[in-house]
């Protein structure tokens, strides 16, 4: 069954960058669309950024112009770039991917990575 690990969160100051990795194991699975998402303390969880398997991207407004995502599909591997973080970035940063392996269909979330970013 596919995994996805996600990696490359920490600590790091107002104005900081962090790439985070989400990594997707599964040889015989196509990958329809991988997802980053963040849930903050007490907030729901929301969308941050996708890229789809023709390469389109989609970004929440709070993160354009800072954020960007990017796959290397020789590696099975999303990225999220981000630039300029602020405080209210701070948040456990999620991977979800949408599969297609035979003819079965679903989706699949990582165990998330913190982001700290501090004033």
């Known amino acids: 069954q596919v995994q996805l690990v996600e990696s490359g969160g920490g600590l790091v100051q107002t104005g900081g960058s962090l790439r985070l990795s989400c990594a997707v194991s599964?040889?015989?699975?196509?990958?329809?669309?991988i997802g980053w998402y963040r849930q903050a303390p007490g907030k729901q969880r929301e969308l941050v950024a996708t890229i789809r398997s023709s390469a389109s991207t989609n970004y929440a407004d709070s993160v354009k112009g800072r954020f960007t995502i990017s796959r290397d599909n020789a590696k099975n591997t999303a990225y999220l770039q981000m630039n300029s973080l602020k405080p209210e970035d701070t948040a456990v940063y999620y991977c979800?991917?949408?599969?297609?392996?035979?003819?079965?269909?679903?989706?699949?979330w990582g165990q998330g990575t913190q982001v700290t970013v501090s004033s």
């Open positions: 599964g040889s015989t699975v196509r990958i329809i669309a």
């Open positions: 979800n991917g949408e599969f297609v392996e035979g003819d079965i269909g679903y989706e699949k």
